[in-house]
Every structure is written in structure tokens, then in C-alpha cells.
């Protein structure tokens, strides 16, 4: 592939405060020259880990080539950046970006719906794809001179109660890029798995406990919401649930109206009730932290990384008859990840420690692919390479020798920095002369029978070959003669020895 090259995602670091949570820019354009490099940035869905960079890199470093996002995508994408950078100040962090800066990075993205085919220059295409996982989140189909490839993204193969499982065609590839961070696991019913959620949720507060469930405000927030608001009717609770900012109370607006992003489910149960219209959820006053009595609270950010959740697991955790309920992947450096069962103190920050007393539920249900989604994808699209991403080694090791073995693909999971190489086929389209298509059309049969059975039917073989001259022209396109042709053109006499 010559000239430029595609960014797919420009995501962050959630464990790091320092430089190393943004990507090494450096690594692109030493001079900073961002422009010329890249051809295009295409990022698949506004979690922090795809998107968080992106102000930055726009803003600060000065890219301003064209950027992809699904509408979705760019409508939430603010939300969430501007609630990581009140999380980076409220946490006393130099900020990285203002909000002004959130707004005129978005005003440079280009929004594409699912399955529009955009053509970005004349070497390259794009197409996004149904990803399922969170509203908005799409695999990206992209083709470059005759190389094609899908960037997956983060995925679910399966459908959720808010959103529907990812969808793709069958495409011709040259690579596949996917996600693996559940490359080593097999789930079991979603359905056993919620009803665990709702019954240690239940037990919390129908013993008069608190429940914290720290959520990034868009996402699991709103599928959790739904999964209990049901509940709640169904049980006739009358128990509180609180939203901790305006901000998800925002974001389930927009939800309502990008409806059409949705599940099947919801989408069939529109006309009667929209299902981001929670009856009981209202949002939570400050004060309400020390209120008597029990409650459910989604705060945000999730993963515990600071904030107002973190804020509030500090007052709650050493109170045993309470509940912090935490996604099964949190990631290093984060106060979620340091947290078990077994925990009994825990460093917040480098000056507070906190007793922890309260049970810590892990939800098992997470919007990525499992691995059984994870080979159904790459069989299904049976790519010449893949290349595993978003996963932790020793599962993306484990992956790629099924990948290999049982499918028969190239398969590698480059760490950083490190380079993959490999040829891709290229097409040349050439024109054929009426006499050379002629003498192709001479059948060569040959029959072949079976001699070790009688019974057996005797086999017909078209065993024509045909040859021809390809010929290229100065400003022509490439053509194909019959050999008498070349003769002709060329004013040579055929001899025969
Ligand atoms: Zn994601």
C-alpha cells in the first residue's frame, strides 16, 4: 500500500495520567506533518479507549484531515469526552482539553450511517458496519488500490436488551483487525447471568443496603437501566433508583432518539413504550449520600477511575449490608481493577485508604464478543490474515492457534510499535480482442472412467487451455490478443519450423 495511511481509533489510556495515556503521535509524523500521513481517522464508537485522544490529536497536535464516525457516534462522543475531562479536573489534573476544544474537533467529523459507502479519495473506501455493543458502534469495511480489509472495533455477536448483534456481509479480505478481549471465554446464558445481577441487587436493598453500580454514563448505564427498571415493575419495588448526573439523564434522551440504532426489541415495543423512558429512575441530589435508607445510584465514570463514583464508594464501601457492583474487565491502574471479593482495604488515592466491608458483585454480562463470536466472525469472513487487537496476550496467543489450526489463516497479535507485513493480491483488469475470446470457445473434452467400479458413471472434462498475448499501450488500457493478432500488428510472418 503506497502513500497515505488510515488511523483507525484514537483512543486513550484509562489507567495512566501521564503522557502514556495518549498513543505516541510522534510515531506518525515526527515534523508533526499529520496531514500529509494520514488519509483519514475513522473511529468506530465513542468509549474513551477509541475516542479519548481524538480532541487532542486534533486540537493540540493539529491534524485536520477528514475524520468518520457514525451519526450516533458523534452525537454522544461529546458527552463522554467532556465527562472524562471534568473527571481529569475534578481529579486536580492539568487539563488536556477544553470543551471548546470537544466541540471543534466534532465540527471537523464527517457522519456516515451504516452501510454507506464513502469514497475518501481515489484510493480509498470506506463502509460501516452493524457492531452491536454500544448505540452507534460500527465495524469499518475499507479498501485501498486492491487491498481490503475490516477494522472491527469492539463487538457483540450476540444481541442485548438494548441493541441488536453485529451484522456484516460476506466481503472478499485481505485482513481482518478484531478485537479479543474476551478471546478466552466461553459464555454461558446471558439469561442466568442477569437474573445473578438482580438477585444480589435485590438481596442489597431489600436489607436495607446501598447499591453503587459506577458506569461511564452511556452504555451498560442505559442497558442495566432497562434490565432493572423491568424488574422493578415486575417486583412492584418501590426502592429508589438514582442517576447521578444530568449528564445520563441527557444521554438517555438521545437514546430515545436514535431510536432506529436500537435492538429489535425496542424498537418493536416503540409504539407503545419507549423503553428509555424509566419509570423509576430519578436523578441524585448530593445530599442524598448520607440519606437513610436503601437505594440503587449509577454514578459515573465507571471502573471506579475518580469522579463522583469514586466519591461516593469512599462513604459506602465500609458499610457491610452495602453493594458496589463492577463490570468483569477493569482495567490496570483503576480502583475497580484492585478490587475482589476478598478485598478488605484498598489505596484510592496515594493518601486515602478505605476500609471496604461492602460485597463486591462482578457482573459476567459485558457488550464485547465472547470467543465463540470472536470464530464465528473470522470463519464467516475467512480473511487471508488476521490480526488480533484489544486483548490480553496470553489470550490473543491462545486464539491465534485456533485461528490457525482450525481455519487454516495467518494469524499475529503485533504488540506496539511492532510492524506486520504481508502481500495482498492485486487485480489487473485487462480488455480481451473478439479473436482471442474466440479460440477460447473450442471445447477440449475428455472422458474419464473409473475402472475399479462397473457401476461407475463416466466423467466429462473440459480441459481447454488458452493462450494469449497481453499487450500494453502507452495511455491504454491492458488487452489481451490472439497470437495471429500480434502477427498482424506488427508485420511479422508466421513461421512454422
Ligand atoms: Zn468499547
New binding site residues.
Given amino acids: 500500500m503506497n502513500g497515505k495511511r488510515i488511523m483507525f481509533d484514537c483512543g486513550m489510556h484509562m489507567g495512566y495520567a501521564d503522557h502514556r495515556r495518549y498513543p505516541d503521535f510522534s510515531r506518525i509524523s515526527k515534523s508533526g506533518d499529520f496531514d500529509n500521513v494520514l488519509s483519514c481517522i475513522i473511529i468506530t464508537?465513542f468509549?474513551l479507549?477509541?475516542i479519548g485522544a481524538l480532541p487532542y490529536f486534533t486540537e493540540v497536535c493539529g491534524y485536520n484531515g477528514p475524520i468518520y464516525m457514525t451519526y450516533p457516534t458523534k452525537a454522544l462522543a461529546p458527552l463522554m469526552l467532556d465527562d472524562y475531562r471534568k473527571v481529569m479536573v475534578g481529579r486536580g489534573e492539568e487539563q488536556q482539553f477544553t470543551n471548546e476544544n470537544i466541540l471543534n474537533c466534532m465540527k471537523k467529523v464527517t457522519a456516515v450511517d451504516i452501510k454507506q459507502t464513502v469514497q475518501v479519495d481515489k484510493d480509498l473506501l470506506i463502509r460501516p458496519y452493524y457492531a452491536g455493543?454500544?448505540l452507534g458502534a460500527a465495524m469499518f469495511y475499507a479498501t485501498m488500490g486492491d487491498a481490503a480489509m475490516v477494522y472491527t472495533g469492539?463487538y457483540n455477536m450476540t444481541p442485548d436488551r438494548h441493541l441488536g448483534a453485529a451484522q456484516i456481509d460476506r466481503l472478499h479480505l485481505d485482513l481482518l483487525i478484531t478485537e479479543s478481549t474476551y478471546g478466552k471465554t466461553i459464555r454461558d446464558s446471558k439469561y442466568a447471568r442477569e437474573r445473578e445481577f438482580l438477585k444480589a441487587v435485590h438481596n442489597c436493598v431489600a436489607n436495607g443496603g446501598k447499591v453503587l453500580i459506577p458506569t461511564f454514563a452511556l452504555g451498560r448505564a442505559q442497558e442495566l437501566c432497562i434490565l432493572l427498571d423491568d424488574y422493578w415493575e415486575r417486583m412492584n419495588l418501590k426502592v429508589p433508583i438514582y442517576f447521578s448526573s444530568g449528564l445520563t439523564i441527557q444521554a438517555n434522551l438521545y437514546y430515545k432518539v436514535l431510536i432506529s440504532w436500537t435492538s429489535q426489541k425496542v424498537k418493536d415495543t416503540y409504539a407503545t413504550r419507549n423503553a428509555f423512558n424509566f419509570k423509576n429512575v430519578q436523578s441524585f441530589e448530593r445530599s442524598l449520600i448520607h440519606a437513610p435508607g436503601p437505594c440503587v445510584l449509577f454514578a459515573t465514570p465507571g471502573m471506579l477511575s475518580g469522579g463522583f463514583s469514586l466519591e461516593v464508594f469512599k462513604h459506602w464501601a465500609p458499610c457491610e449490608s452495602n453493594l458496589i457492583t463492577l463490570p468483569g474487565y477493569c482495567v490496570a491502574g483503576t480502583v475497580g481493577h484492585k478490587l475482589s471479593d476478598k478485598t478488605t482495604k484498598v489505596d484510592v488515592d496515594k493518601d486515602t485508604q478505605i476500609d471496604v466491608r461492602c460485597k463486591i458483585h462482578r457482573l459476567s454480562f459485558s457488550p464485547h464478543t465472547d470467543e465463540k463470536g470472536i470464530m464465528d466472525l473470522v470463519k464467516f469472513l475467512s480473511p487471508k490474515n488476521v490480526i488480533l487487537v484489544h486483548g490480553e496476550i496470553k489470550n490473543m496467543d491462545y486464539l491465534k492457534g485456533r485461528i490457525e489450526s482450525e481455519l487454516g489463516l495467518q494469524c499475529y497479535y503485533p504488540s506496539n510499535n511492532e510492524t506486520v507485513t504481508f502481500p495482498t493480491t492485486h487485480f489487473v483488469k485487462a480488455d480481451a480482442s473478439a479473436s482471442f475470446i474466440r479460440s477460447s470457445l473450442t471445447p477440449n473434452f475428455k472422458f474419464v472412467k473409473d475402472v475399479t467400479t462397473e457401476t461407475a458413471p463416466v466423467q466429462v472434462l473440459d480441459e481447454r487451455v488458452t493462450q494469449g498475448i497481453l499487450t500494453m499501450e502507452k495511455g491504454q488500457k491492458l488487452k489481451i490478443l490472439h497470437e495471429d493478432e500480434v502477427l498482424t500488428i506488427t508485420g511479422t510472418e508466421h513461421i512454422e519450423v
Fill in positions: 464508537h468509549h479507549d477509541h455493543h454500544v469492539d
